[in-house]
């Protein structure tokens, strides 16, 4: 491959100055509050958490982490997002 | 009164061992009786890092089932006559972890040891709740890159709520950031999130940036904590990290790119 002018030198010099750093930060910055306001949800979360996964627990055996409850903003509604994982082969889950 | 640090990090692959390893040996070298904790079960490391791997007999998990006791599972380290090493088991079983085993070692530990680190696993499942579980003390390790700043943030989270002190609600563990292969060069040409900027996202107390270095590579492969290698950039600014974690006002080093003249400039890349 032919050598760099001095002019293409130049110029992706001054390109690269702006950098992708810049960038990096913003979208960090975005998603990190957005995580953190997510964090603050409701008391109740955690009992409502404990509670479902004893129901699940009733019929399958599951991971003391696999039930997931979110709350999510969305303008004025609040959306409850539940998630639940169970095991890979639900044969062995239960018979355990 | 002895204090439990775990170092944790969320993503894999920052320097979690790394710095568990160098932590242990900084703090055993500083006349500290210190054990460290491999929490990773299923993937034993920590004993390599350590250059103790021929010598495991037996593991966490064996004390925690009853099988040994912890006098025999502990490993003395050959070049600190205070640090000792508890090395992970490598069952594949992921529930051998239990969390009254886990403290009752803990507790044992905690009688016998200043310090006692746990080396977390990567993600945020049960081997890393268990292991940031009864910390004092957390180092998040982190590396300047999104997902790795968005991960620790997840983490903090996590050391905020899931954890004895703040389920009991003792005072919450304290938070470091040690931030790890840190390349000065490219955070001047604007390629590379800069210290100011993730102390800026995850605003926590500043412990330490570990620079990227050939030296720690070097130093796993001989299986010598980096922090014993006090000729190497990477040694010196661990050595820095732990003198501020025990309290000593270090001014922060590695920070700024070298000089370098136009030809490095040129064909240094």
Known sequence: ????????????????????????KERLQIIVSHERAERGGPDYLPMLRQELLEVVRRY?????????????RDGPHEVLELNITLPERMEEGAQR | MSRIVVITSGKGGVGKTTTAASLAAGLA??????????????????????????????DFVNVINGDARLNQALIKDKRLSNLSILPASQTRDKDALTPDGVERVLDELRADFD??????????????????????????????EVSSVRDSDRVLGLLASRTRRAEQGDDPVREHLLLTRYDPQRVKKGDMLSVEDVQEILAINLLGVIPESQSVLNASNAGIPVVLEDGEDAGQAYNDAIARYLGEDRPHRFLQAERRGLFGRMFGG
């Open chain 2, 29 to 58: 070298r500083a006349g500290h009786r210190t054990a460290v904790v491999d929490f990773d079960v299923g993937l034993r490391n920590l004993d390599l890092v350590m250059g103790c791997e021929r010598r495991v007999v037996f």
């Open chain 1, 60 to 72: 399958v055996t599951v991971d003391p982490d696999a039930v997931r409850v979110d709350v999510e």
């Open chain 1, 1 to 24: 491959m032919k050598a760099m002018g001095i002019a293409d030198y130049f110029r992706e010099r001054r390109r690269s100055r702006r950098g992708s750093a810049s960038v990096a």
């Open chain 2, 115 to 144: 310090y006692v680190i746990c080396d977390s696993p990567a993600g945020i499942e049960r081997g890393a709740h268990l292991a940031s579980y009864h910390a004092d003390d957390a180092i998040v390790v982190t590396n300047p």
